[in-house]
């Protein structure tokens, strides 16, 4: 197995066990919400500590289900990610054409 192959499974361990650790060793039983996101805890926390506190805006669409909010935000990183990667894949193909180019001219200046 080469080095690649090992850093690639050991990383690719590292996220499954940081997906499934927090729901086998079940972090969070003891809330009514194990799971919610930091906008919901913030939710919880002004509620508690000022109960008559009005928000300054709403939001401009509220999701029907906390399933559906859950598939935009998805699809929002997919989406990142997908820009990102591209990017990047741009990049290192030009970078690597302008060496091929590069390499070319070399060499048809040693043939001449």
């Given at each position: ?66 399933e559906i ?5 998805s699809l ?37």
């Amino acid at each position: 197995m080469s080095r690649n192959a090992r850093i690639n499974t050991l990383l690719l361990l590292v996220v499954v066990a940081l997906a499934v650790l927090p729901l086998a060793l079940g972090m969070g039983d003891h809330k009514e919400e194990p799971f919610t996101g930091a906008d919901g805890q913030a939710e919880t926390a002004i509620t508690e500590t000022h109960p008559d506190y009005e928000p300054w805006f709403s939001p401009l669409y509220e999701p029907p289900s906390g399933e559906i909010e859950s598939a935009l935000f998805s699809l929002q990183a997919a989406l990142g990610a997908g820009v990102l990667a591209y990017y990047f894949g741009l990049r290192r193909g030009r970078r690597q054409g302008e060496a091929r180019a590069q390499a070319r001219a070399e060499n048809a200046g040693r043939a001449e």
